[in-house]
Nanobody, 120 residues
Framework: QVQLVESGGGLVQPGGSLRLSCAAS????????MGWYRQDPGKQRELVAR???????DYADSVKGRFTISRDNAKNTVSLQMNSLKPEDTAVYYC??????????????WGQGTQVTVAS
């Protein structure tokens, strides 16, 4: 089992910035792909950003150039720096971790989510 705890959400004005953090527990013999997803009521959950163990990243087109995902392996954390926030970024943001064990089996874990509201 991997537990994920998000923090850093809140209310911010358009054009402002927030930094989300996700603290994860991990076991040995695991390779992590970690990412951030977001979802508003009535909408489908979508990928925001993802970072693999080797450092390769993927971003949704809507956040490219504004958001940056990073990871700190020593602290078992992944962060999402969000700049130039727009009202359309308002959503519950979820931390996700995909654990690949030594048998190449994959396990998907989710945090409880943190609310980000971008409004005047």
């Amino acid at each position: 089992q991997v537990q994920l705890v998000e923090s850093g959400g809140g209310l911010v004005q358009p054009g402002g910035s927030l930094r989300l953090s996700c603290a994860a527990s991990r076991s040995i013999f695991s390779i992590y792909t970690m990412g951030w997803y977001r979802q508003d009521p009535g909408k489908q959950r979508e990928l925001v950003a993802r970072i693999r163990g080797g450092g390769n990243t993927d971003y949704a087109d809507s956040v490219k150039g504004r958001f940056t995902i990073s990871r700190d392996n020593a602290k078992n954390t992944v962060s999402l720096q969000m700049n130039s926030l727009k009202p359309e970024d308002t959503a519950v943001y979820y931390c996700n971790a995909v654990v690949v064990d030594i048998a190449t089996s994959q396990y998907n874990y989710w945090g409880q989510g943190t609310q980000v509201t971008v409004a005047s």
